[in-house]
């Protein structure tokens, strides 16, 4: 380790053109992964419109399904994905912010709330059929309320719960403990400061959420398949307790069926389908923007 | 500002080095000589611009977006900042040892390895790891336990390992920015007394907020100002007879 | 007597003698109030009880009727026809067959493409590939099934002439797809939480962004892309309607891409869109095949759990 300079030198063998090339070829090879995800989801898309087109119509929105396919249309199914998500969000948003307050501001740190809240954690990823065969025996059965959008609705809302349940936490979490604290100060009691002081300031955080979490409700198909909605309905819900049927069930039944024209009915219901989830989730980034720079004052 | 260095033989130069952080002038138009075979060490309040100083030596300001460098360092007769330079071949010659060790997860076999594969070394590797842990001074400790994670050893013993895995590339200049800055005392003294061992095989420059240790272990000192080179010398004629005010109110405590 | 001027019990006037003590109703309240919250965060103990419960009980009664030993050995699965075979077998090789396919597609294209928005993107660049990302990632799986039904299929048998209308290929490359994003996006958070110091050692060693980044960084955050790499397989497992559109309703044992396949979810909810009476042995095979389903996913999900904070707790 004496000798400077070209003896030191000989010793090592960089190869440095040859690394870089390497380095190249790899971010190659890593941008060309980039590629296939973003060209994917822009054939999906095309395929879509270009199978859809000619299928979506004025009638088409208005009409309920047919067996014959000029004349079907996806009237009920609109109407049962509204039903469904109001009712979602109804049953939804209590149970989950009212857990989100009790975790952020009332449970005493020990091993039932951790215990709580790595269960919430996996619930998360239980696949979404389980919970169509919980919602089957429990709702369907158990409770009696048979084929509904009852049902239907519980199922969905037990199965975005765990979502909402995080998204209002962060949102609780996010609230400064400052504003608690002089809340306390003052002399208000934990209810007086969670209502008054801390679910003022954690609402748009927490709607975004739940906005993202009916987006991610309005696209399944299997639990509700599981709890009985059908495809082929030819009256509109009025009332919870009807049978019903929804958007992705509809596209299922048109897609599973071997006659072309209903692949292209199937393509422009998914084109109705992912214009309301475009509608949603643009509004859920709205709001956190506004939200976001609200705070920034 | 240049020490005599007519009577040196100069390892690394630099000419009118600058460092903008986007509009913000870090490093003002510095030009010094560090010595071959010496020990130089940059002092300074802190945001002096010290550790910028030192990061342009072995281009490392490049993994900043925001950082801009004009001027020249010159190291063996090329301008380290010329267009066809390549940090990657600089960093080899000119190692660095960092303020919080930082060895790899991996054991300490592998953690001086890596150097040595990555720059295609063509001796014996077990040979090279082995006197690299010896020149850090920590071969004694780590000689059975090779295979084991480098993390698992303590915060003075993952520097030194940080010192050996530098060292086992053969760099001509060692940069150390506050190697001892995270470690306990007695740690400290022994990375100070390895500065002393290892200065006869290599150029090093340390960055420090510490003074005493900047007058322990250094020959020459320099001393940095709101980014501008205030005085460099005699790291003892420095600290007893500064020449200039600014040096003498710094080293006096008068501001920190 | 005159002369005592003793504050009144129960005045709230401060001062000496304030009373301090719960007003009576807020008590009360205030309790009525917590006790109602923490029944809000029992709803979710109770939802993984009420999923085991159920799956346990209505399987208990399937398994009164057919030996474990069959059902998890057997290599024919038929409840539906008269010959009767309840071997869980076949269904097991199509849910494996499609989640190792997918695996195939989004492993690589998932960690690469994690690899490149942590080490080699501008900030530029994250802000526009991460949402559309998440784009695909939000897809209703309704709406991969009919891909891969309609667009992989005929594609697929344009170049594989001997693969079926209803084949595992298919559903494999569109499962594949939808998890891209969830391994992109776990991946690259576990490469963010390797400190820079050490891309910062392997700089100054002098190495090149390929070698900081595959040799240094990824081998890092390994235990992390580990945990995604089995969070992602747990969600193929799970899947539903793409298997169910695309890869077909035959549960047989075979390892060829290009024959159908049924999987266990694509079973399930074939005998729901039957009219199987409830109470009979076919019923019950949804709450035995659910079982099983649900206890390979919580394995899955619980080892990816424990291995995400061992990880998280190496670097913080």
Redesign the interface.
Same mark, same amino acid.
């Given at each position: 380790m004496r000798e400077a300079g070209p003896a030191r030198d000989a010793r090592f063998e960089p190869r440095l053109a040859r690394r870089r090339r390497n380095g190249r070829m790899f971010q190659a090879v890593c941008l060309a992964s980039i590629a296939v995800s973003l060209v994917t989801l822009a054939t999906l898309l095309a395929d879509i419109a270009i199978d859809g087109a000619a299928w979506l119509s004025g009638e088409f929105l208005t009409s309920f399904p047919s067996r014959i396919s000029s004349r079907a249309g996806i009237r009920p199914a609109i109407l049962g994905t509204i039903w469904i998500m109001v009712l979602v969000a109804l049953i939804s948003f209590p149970f989950g912010v009212g857990a989100a307050i009790y975790l952020e501001e009332y449970a005493p740190r020990g091993r039932l709330t951790k215990l709580i809240q790595t269960n919430i954690a996996n619930l998360a990823g239980v696949p979404s059929i389980v919970y169509g065969i919980l919602g089957l025996a429990i709702f369907v059965r158990y409770f009696g309320f048979g084929r509904s959008l009852l049902a239907g609705a519980a199922t969905l809302a037990l199965l975005v719960l765990p979502v909402v349940i995080i998204a209002a936490q962060e949102a609780i979490r996010a609230v400064p403990s400052s504003l608690r604290e002089a809340a306390y100060g003052v002399g208000a009691t934990r209810w007086q400061v969670v209502r008054s002081h801390v679910l003022p300031v954690a609402m748009p955080g927490i709607l975004t959420g739940m906005i993202l979490s009916l987006s991610r409700a309005i696209g399944e198909t299997a639990p509700l398949i599981m709890v009985g909605a059908l495809a082929f309905v030819a009256f509109t819900p009025t009332s919870p307790m009807d049978l019903f049927t929804v958007l992705p069930i509809q596209i299922f039944n048109w897609t599973a069926r071997p006659q072309a024209d209903f692949h292209g009915l199937a393509a422009a219901a998914i084109a109705v389908l992912l214009v309301l989830l475009l509608l949603m989730n643009m509004t859920a980034i709205l709001l956190r923007n506004r939200y976001q720079s609200k705070r920034g004052q | 500002m240049n020490i005599p260095p007519g009577q040196l033989d100069s390892a690394l130069d630099t000419h009118d080095l600058s460092v903008f952080y986007g509009d913000t002038h870090a490093v003002k138009r510095i030009s010094l000589s560090i010595p071959r075979n010496r020990v130089v060490a940059f002092i300074g309040p802190s945001g002096c611009g010290k550790s910028t100083l030192l990061r342009c030596f072995?281009r490392?300001n490049d993994?900043i977006p925001a950082a801009r460098v004009e001027g020249e360092v010159n190291f063996?007769g090329t301008n380290l900042y010329a267009p066809d330079v390549?940090p990657? +071949?600089?960093?080899?010659r000119i /190692?660095?040892v960092?303020q =919080?060790p930082?060895? *790899?997860? =991996?054991s300490i076999y592998e953690n001086i390895a *890596?150097?040595l594969r990555?720059? /295609? *070394?063509? /001796?014996n590797l077990d040979e090279q790891v082995e006197?690299s842990l010896r020149?850090a001074a920590i071969w004694d400790e780590v000689k059975d336990r090779l295979e084991d994670r480098a993390l698992e050893l303590s915060g003075g013993q993952q520097q030194r390992l940080?010192i050996a895995?530098?060292?086992a590339? +053969?760099p +001509?200049i060692l940069l150390m920015d506050e190697p001892a800055s995270a470690l306990d005392p007695i740690a400290t003294s022994r990375i100070e007394d390895l500065i002393e061992d290892l200065k006869s095989?290599y150029t090093i420059v340390i960055v420090t907020h510490n003074m005493q240790q900047a007058a322990r272990v250094s020959d020459y000192t320099a001393f940095l100002y709101i980014g501008e080179l205030i005085e460099y010398g005699d790291t003892e004629r420095l600290f007893t007879n500064p020449a200039k005010e600014r040096t003498e109110q710094y080293i006096t405590g008068r501001f920190g | 007597m005159r002369d005592q001027v003793a504050p009144q019990a129960g005045s709230d006037s401060g001062g000496p003698g304030a009373d301090l003590r719960w007003r009576a109703g807020r008590r009360v309240g205030e309790g009525v109030i917590a006790g109602l919250l923490f029944l809000c965060g029992l709803v979710s103990v109770l939802t993984t009880v009420g999923i085991v419960v159920v799956l346990v009980t209505e399987s208990s009664g399937f398994f009164r009727e057919v030996p474990l030993v069959d059902f998890l050995t057997g290599t024919r699965w038929s409840p539906l026809y008269t010959n009767q075979r309840f071997g869980i077998l076949p269904l097991l090789n199509g849910t494996l067959l499609i989640a190792v396919g997918a695996m195939l597609i989004a492993l690589p294209i998932g960690l690469t493409s994690a690899i490149y928005l942590s080490e080699y993107a501008s900030p530029r660049v994250r802000g526009i590939v991460k949402p559309l990302l998440e784009i695909l990632a939000g897809i209703p799986t309704v709406v991969y099934g009919y891909f891969a039904l309609l667009f992989i299929t005929p594609l697929l048998r344009v170049a594989f002439p001997s693969a079926g209308v209803y084949n595992a290929a298919s559903a494999a490359i569109v499962v594949g797809i939808m998890i891209i994003p969830m391994v992109a996006s776990l991946s690259e958070d576990a490469l963010s939480a390797v400190p820079r110091s050490l891309r910062e050692a392997a700089y100054g060693l002098g190495a090149t962004k390929f070698e900081v980044s595959t040799r240094v960084a990824v081998p890092a955050a390994l235990s992390g892309i580990v945990a995604s790499f089995i969070l992602a397989i747990s969600r193929a497992v799970g899947e539903t309607m793409a298997v169910t559109l695309a890869a077909g309703a035959t549960p047989h044992m075979t390892l060829s891409f290009l024959d159908s396949v049924q999987t266990m979810t694509a079973y399930i909810v074939q005998v729901s869109l039957g009219e199987t009476p409830h109470g009979s042995i076919e019923y019950k095979t949804i709450f035995a095949v659910g079982l099983v389903l649900f206890c390979m996913t919580l394995a899955m999900n619980l080892v990816s759990n424990r291995i995400t904070t061992r990880f998280r707790e190496v670097y913080e």
């Open positions: - | 072995n490392m993994l063996r390549d990657v +071949e600089v960093r080899r /190692g660095m960092f =919080k930082n060895p *790899f997860p =991996k *890596f150097g990555i720059n /295609g *070394f063509r /001796g006197r020149a940080c895995r530098a060292l590339v +053969e +001509e095989d | -």
